[in-house]
């Protein structure tokens, strides 16, 4: 069994990520409001007044959400921990179309082509490998930081939350999506921002990112964000994201 750092490199993996970002609803069995999940979270970016001059996709994947925001700002760069899933990045960013081996049922899979959005800007657009809590000061500010269902699958998120607002320009705005699925193979429960009780009290995640953001941050606004990851082709997998959004004081 892969541990879950190498998952993220093995080629199921990269395949129901690509079918995940790049996938037409044909191949998924759910409510149209959780399709296009990555494409939506991009659109974050539109929620609220920003400069639209540099953006960053932490936790990018294989890239979707970059490529949607490369359309709307001058420049933005995805980072992701994998290599394989950065590799998959670039190639359908740069125009390749990509081959997915998607499950139908149990052995059976089929192959499927997937493809950039139409809008994406290649010029303006790059992808590295890199660890979200080690972010190198070169990287320098951006106007606009999607950080989409990442926390719960850090190390240490508190520490990323803490150091992130050293990237992000004044008046820029964080927006962070996760389903708080709190699991200790990716983090030791004294890290985990919420999902258990201290002194008889229940701690929630929402909570402990307004005490850790408030401090540099004003909170613009929360709402939900459903989406679906297919399994196989009788099995997708429904979950529910919190979307919140926060402007750099």
Known sequence: ???????????????????????SPEYFNGPSESLDFAKRCAQLANRHPVKHSRAL????????????LSALFEETIGIDFSHGLIEAAERISNGTSIEAQITIEGDLSETVTLARPQ???????????????????????????????????????????????????????????S????????????????????????????????????????????LDMPFLIREHSRKNQYSIAQATLWRKR
């Open 1 to 23: 069994m892969p541990t879950t750092d190498s998952f993220y490199e093995t080629d199921k993996a990269i395949s129901e990520y690509l079918l995940f970002h790049y996938g």
């Open 57 to 68: 996709d932490l936790g990018c994947a294989v890239g979707r959400s970059a490529c949607e």
């Open 119 to 177: 809008s994406t800007r290649p010029e303006r657009l790059s992808f590295q490998q890199g660890d979200a809590m080690n972010l190198p000061p070169q990287l320098g500010a951006f106007d606009f930081i999607l950080m989409a269902n990442l926390i719960d699958r850090l190390p240490d998120p508190a520490r990323c939350l803490n150091m992130i607002s050293t990237h992000l320009n004044a008046g820029g705005i964080l927006a962070i999506t």
């Open 179 to 222: 389903p708080y699925t709190w699991l200790e193979e990716y983090t030791q429960k004294e890290k985990w921002l919420g999902g258990f009780r201290e002194d008889g009290k229940a701690v929630r995640s929402y909570e402990t990112l307004q005490q850790i953001l408030s401090n540099q941050f004003d909170e613009l606004e929360a």
